[in-house]
């Protein structure tokens, strides 16, 4: 319980941090930076609240992984912006394939790998 509360208490902070606002464009990096961050707080926001939220930030995952690879499409010589690429769209599957319904006509909920 206390672990649980602590993840949350983490999550609002990543939360109120929110994206880089220099007051310019931001750059590709502050982009992935944002992004990544993102899609961390959904990975654990869905470990912890189950199938249904995990199902409700599906859309959003992949939506990102959309953004992340569009960026690394563009600037195909940063190959951490390809791995980003790469990592973001096995998240979206996995979001994806969690929201499956099984043989008991329910999603199931398989565990969220760790993203490097």
Known sequence: ?????????????????GPSRTGSVPTSEQRMRDWASELEQLNVGAQ???T????RRAP??????RDICGVAAAEPSRQVFQERCRAA?????????RCQPDAGARAQ?????RSP
């Open 60 to 65: 959003r995952v992949c939506d990102l992984a």
């Open 89 to 97: 769209q096995e998240q979206c599957a996995g979001f994806r394939q």
């Open 1 to 17: 319980m206390l672990s649980r509360l602590f993840l949350l208490g983490l999550l609002g902070l990543a939360a109120c941090a």
């Open 109 to 113: 909920l398989i565990p969220i790998p």
């Open 52 to 55: 249904e939220a995990t199902c």
């Open 48 to 50: 912890l609240e189950g």
